[in-house]
């Protein structure tokens, strides 16, 4: 009996699974739940607002890393992207604290937690970035990085970036939750990334459209109406017996057939249609360098490595309107008797170099002006992500080197 009362009065009985302690810390953890859930909720729609609203890529981004600190419960998030060719990748957005210290930073491939991530493609978990091997310490350090966590960011299937949260040293670790949070932002980052590819391919598909529409109105219309006005001319300077009404005829004859000529090399560097009525880039490539050895008179040489055809397919129009302009250029001031253009790989990047035997000038003085089509070759290969470089010296001829990330 004894024992019996002292059972009914014990600590575990008096503090049962339906005690009122146990229910508001249930209920409280409910709470807090569904807190996360709803604020879970207002970041994706926030984002994908973003996206949708074509908002600037750099806008965008920095939702995803604020957010993604915000319910990591993170002291730093950041973002690294690709830089341009031949540069190294960049803090693109950083968000939190010491955000102002490694915002912009560059960070390179081999040497960097996001370099690992992007060439593995797997999340990567960290216990303390500060001691660990692999980190850009300038990149750590400045951030007083401790426990962090790295999801690689995508497009097309392939990793580009990186979104990643860190907590200083000493702070929290991340664990599961944390990955599938941090996880889901970097799928909206990928999106956002894709999206803004796919934007800049419709804009350059457009462009091409335009081109063509121009090009076969010139052909079909202002060239055709030239011809028949030069040969309206020719037959009254056949029966015309005053000789200084002949030789003005002759000349209007002569600018006639220079217009049609101009006009003519207008549309070999509008038309992007060999791209398409070949077998590929090299084919493309190999039609062009014939083209302008036929009308130029300049003995044009071909080196080609068939391996880039295919990576460099979405920007093999790109490509040829490149190698048009600079023959064009050949052909316009070089006064050359011989020109190369290769197509070749170099580390990350595809090389298309142009090379001529002419009379060169002086890259300095043309350089403010961005005369001799410089400017039409540098803002496209600027749209690849890629960069021009020109030597030359007078006498000595010309050599322009286009870099073009892979």
């Given amino acids: 009996m004894a024992r019996c009362s002292a059972t009914s009065t014990s600590p575990s009985s008096r503090a049962g699974p339906t005690s009122p302690p146990r229910i508001a810390i249930s209920n ?59 540069e190294q990748m960049r803090i693109t957005v950083a968000e939190g604290r010491r955000a102002a210290e490694v915002e912009g930073m560059p960070v390179p ?32 350090s400045s951030a007083n990085m401790g426990a962090s966590l790295f999801v690689p960011l995508t497009v097309r299937g392939a990793p580009v970036g990186t979104l990643a949260v860190a907590n200083e040293v000493g702070g929290r670790r991340f664990h599961a939750e944390d990955v599938r949070l941090v996880e889901t932002f970097a799928g909206q980052a990928s999106l956002a990334l894709e999206y803004t590819r796919a934007q800049r391919e419709v804009q350059r598909l457009s462009l091409v459209e335009d081109r063509e529409r121009i090009a076969k109105e010139l052909h079909d219309g202002v060239i055709q109406a030239l011809f028949a006005v030069g040969l309206g001319l020719q037959g009254t300077a056949a029966i015309i017996t005053d000789q200084r009404i002949a030789d003005r005829l002759q000349d209007a004859i002569n600018e006639i057939d220079r217009v049609i000529g101009d006009l003519r090399n207008y549309i070999f560097g509008l038309r992007p249609h060999v791209l398409a009525a070949s077998r590929g880039l ?9 083209e ?93 992500g890629g960069a021009v470089e020109i030597a030359s010296m007078a006498g000595e001829g010309t050599t322009v080197r286009i870099s073009v990330p892979l």
């Fill in 28 to 86: 409280a953890r409910l709470y807090e739940e569904a807190r996360v859930r709803e604020r879970w909720l207002e970041a994706v729609g926030e984002v994908t607002g973003a996206i949708l609203a074509e908002s600037e890529i750099d806008t965008v981004l920095r939702l995803v890393a604020r957010w993604a600190r915000e319910l990591a419960g993170a002291d730093l998030a950041t973002v690294v992207t690709p830089g341009a060719v031949g």
């Fill in 109 to 140: 491939m081999a040497g960097s937690l996001s370099g690992e991530v992007i060439r593995t493609g797997r999340t990567l978990v960290v216990v303390d970035a500060s001691s660990d091997e692999r980190s850009y310490h300038p990149m750590v």
């Fill in 282 to 290: 090299g084919a493309a490539l190999d039609q062009i360098a014939h």
């Fill in 292 to 384: 302008f050895e036929s009308t130029s008179g300049v003995t044009t040489i071909l080196e080609l490595d068939e391996s880039l055809e295919a990576p460099l397919a979405e920007s093999a129009v790109h490509i040829v309107q490149l190698t048009r302009e600079a023959l064009s250029n050949v052909g316009r001031h070089a006064e050359a008797q011989t020109c190369r253009v290769s197509l070749r790989r170099a580390g990350g990047s595809a090389v298309l170099e142009i090379d001529d035997d002419g009379r060169g000038f002086d890259v300095a003085a043309a350089a403010p002006r961005g005369g001799m089509g410089l400017g039409n070759l540098r803002s496209r290969a600027a749209s690849l």
